[in-house]
Structure formats: C-alpha cells, structure tokens
C-alpha cells in the first residue's frame, strides 16, 4: 500500500496520534493526491473539488444507520438529536437554516459585539487575577455559551447552570453519534441530560407566553405563525443547538489560535503592536488549523467529478484542512501570513453547511487576542506538551494552560 495512504488511514483509525505536525500530511495529500479512492471512501483534498462537493446538494450529511442501535442512548436525547439542524433533510436543513440566518448577519454582529466583549473582559480579569489558567476551560469553552445565554435571554445567574449542561448535552452527542466510546451514558448524566431538555421545553413555553426581544421570543414567532414555518419540536432542537455552538469549534479554534501565534513571536508581536490584525490573526490561524479539519458526506446520487463518477451512496470525505493548504490557492501555504485573502479559505466550511456561526465566531477570535494582546501581552504557555483531544471529528486541544502576566508599564 503506498505509504502516504497508509499515513492517512493510521490518522484516521488513531485520533489520539494528531498533533501539530497533521499539517504535514495534509500538504502531501493535497500535492501528491488530492483525489483517491481507498475501498468504499472517496477521500478529496484539492481547494477546487473540495468546494464543488460541498456546494452540491448530492452530497448530503446524515446521522449513520444504526448511531444509536447499541449505545443506550436515552429516547429524549435520541430524538432531540434527531432533530438537530446539520442532519436535517434538505428543503428542511434549508428553511430552518433560513430562519438563523438574520441572527448571525454582520448588523446583528455590530449590536451583539458590545456584550461579547464584556463577556471577554469578565473572563480575562478572573484569569489574570490568577495568573494561570487553563486557557480553553476557563476563556475558550464558556464564551462562547455566554454569549448564546445572552442572544438567547437567559438570566446571568443561570449561564453557569447553562454551562455545565451545554458542556454535558454536547459531550453526550458527540459520543452517541461518532460512537467514541463502547459504555453507555452513566445514570447521572443521563438524568442531567433529560434535565437540559426540560429547561429548554419550558424556556420555549416562557417565552410564548412572554415574549421579549430575545432570539428565543423571536423564534417563537415562527412557531406560532399560520405558515407553520417552524414546528414546536425544531425550535427546541434549534435552542439546543445553540446551547452546544462554539463549545467545540470555537473553544478549540481559539486554542489552536494561540497555540500558533505563541509558536510564531514574530507574528505575535505584530498583533500586540496592532491590535488591529487580531482579526487577521485568528483567520489565518483558522485557516492553517481548522478545528474541523474534514467532514463526511454520503452521495445521494451519481456526482461527475473529474473524469470520474463518485456513485450513490459512497462516503465522501472533504478533508478542508488539506485544501486551506493547497499552493494553487495559498502561495507558501504553511506561512502563517497575517496580509494574506482569507476570501478563500475554507476555514468553517463551505457550501450548504457552512457554519452558521462563521461571523460570531470571527467576531469572538478577534476579541479574545486583543484582551490577550493588551491584558498579557507576554504570556506563555506553562508546561510542557499540551494535552490534545483524542476525538477524530476534532482537531485541537483539550488543555492549554496559560501563564498570565500583565503588561510592563514603560
């Protein structure tokens, strides 16, 4: 077997093996074969082809046959997930997305912005009062909950509450569905998980009683419209949802983030000397170490692909990390290059899922370097290797812990 394919299944038969130097392989798949076929996987690493098949409406995501057939799962959560948006049919996955889309423009960002940073600035003094923490448990995983408590209304003295259960419903899900252990989910927490649906079915109820100008009470409007634009069940698995978004994909964006930039001083300094490049930065560091590094698709028809037909059925993996270093799109593709276009860079995805969250979680990446910038210009990482995280569906890590200093006064 040639050997670059062996490296490739040995990465994605053992997740626990990734680290910093992936980007290695990705830069040879998409140099030497940036298309192949190993049994029934369909394995594209090219910016072109990669694009093309996320835009095509043939390329679908889908819960697998049987995810939960042996695992134990409780039906409440079975159902919810069920529900959940990416997996959604097509015309359904399109209408309910539709719905979202307003609530993650640039304007709503503008007027959302003032509170993220609030939320920033709340995190970073409890952290530099220390003088160490752990950079993702402490800044990268409750940022962004806070901020989908505050879009959604919740009460201040519930986002910790909010918080735990976020952290449990999304660690439950992402177990259930890529099978990531063989146990079934304990007691407790199969409790705690019921818990979390309740708290959002009586949100919902709350919030159609009495509406206000929250996201929920917005939504809620849908539900109770003639065009039944929006059932009772979604707009729960919606909320849901939102309770889980960031908490991985941003929390380790961000981590990768600055793992990169403290790897780079050089490009560091240039942020802490403009604060405004942190917007630069965290899209360039997205780019070079995607949180999502490829995503799985099932063909629901034949698909023409150069030269070839990838056939009905056939699993398709979009390996986005490899195409962030194509060089046909990125000259010197492994330079992490704060004036490069990020027009193309396929970063939180592309096509039809897309992450609807791309703008807030730009707008979070930029406000956290620049606390980091100006709060603990001179940080560094404590200890030696950090703990990365062992799931396939990630890339990042699971601790990063930070020595917090503040600024030297001149």
């Not at 077997?1 to 040995?10: E, F, K, P, R």
């Not at 392989?25 to 098949?53: C, D, M, N, Q, Y």
């Not at 062992?390 to 890339?395: K, N, R």
């Amino acid at each position: 077997m040639d050997g670059l394919v062996q490296d490739l299944l040995s990465y994605l038969r053992n997740p626990g093996s990734h680290g910093a130097n992936d980007n290695r392989l990705f830069a040879r798949l998409v140099a030497e074969k940036p298309a192949l076929r190993i049994g029934p996987l369909w394995v594209f690493s090219g910016h072109e082809s990669v694009t093309k098949l996320a835009g095509d409406a043939r390329c679908v995501m889908r819960l697998p046959d049987e995810w939960n057939a042996t695992r134990g799962i409780q039906p409440e959560v079975a159902a919810l997930t069920e529900r959940l948006l990416p997996v959604q049919p097509p015309t359904d996955h399109k209408r309910l997305r539709r719905l979202l889309t307003g609530e993650f423009s640039a304007r709503a960002m503008v007027r959302l912005r003032e509170r993220v940073a609030q939320i920033v600035a709340e995190l970073f003094d409890a952290a530099v009062a220390r003088g160490e923490c752990d950079f993702i448990a402490d800044i990268c995983v409750p940022l962004p909950v806070f901020t989908t408590a505050a879009m959604l209304g919740i009460p201040e003295r519930d986002r910790d509450y909010v918080l735990t259960w976020a952290r449990r419903l999304n660690g439950s899900i992402i177990n259930e569905v890529t099978a990531l252990t063989g146990a079934s989910v304990p007691a407790s927490s199969a409790n705690g998980l019921v818990e979390i649906i309740g708290y959002i079915e009586e949100l919902v109820r709350e919030r159609r009683r009495n509406p206000g100008p929250d996201l929920v009470s917005r939504l809620s409007v849908r539900a109770d419209s003639a065009d039944g634009s929006l059932e009772h069940d979604e707009l729960v698995a919606l909320v849901a949802m939102l309770f889980m978004t960031g908490i991985d994909t941003v929390g380790s964006e961000l981590a990768n983030v600055v793992q990169s930039l403290h790897d780079h001083p050089e490009v560091w300094d240039r942020v802490v000397a403009e604060p405004a490049l942190a917007r630069n930065a965290f899209a360039e560091g997205t780019r070079l170490h995607p949180a999502l590094p490829a995503a799985s698709r099932i063909t629901s028809a034949d698909i023409p692909l150069g030269g070839t037909v990838i056939p009905t059925g056939a699993t398709v993996l979009l390996m986005y990390g490899a195409a962030n270093l194509d060089p046909t799109v990125f000259p010197d593709p492994l330079r992490f290059d704060l004036d490069r276009s990020q027009a193309s860079s396929l970063g939180f995805g592309h096509g039809v899922h897309y992450c609807l969250g791309a703008s807030l979680a730009m707008m979070q990446g930029e406000l956290v370097l620049r606390a980091l910038a100006d709060r603990s210009p001179n940080f560094r990482i404590a200890g030696g290797q950090s703990r990365r995280r062992t799931e396939l569906a990630f890339h990042g890590l699971a601790e990063l812990r930070l020595v917090l200093t503040e600024p030297t006064l001149v």
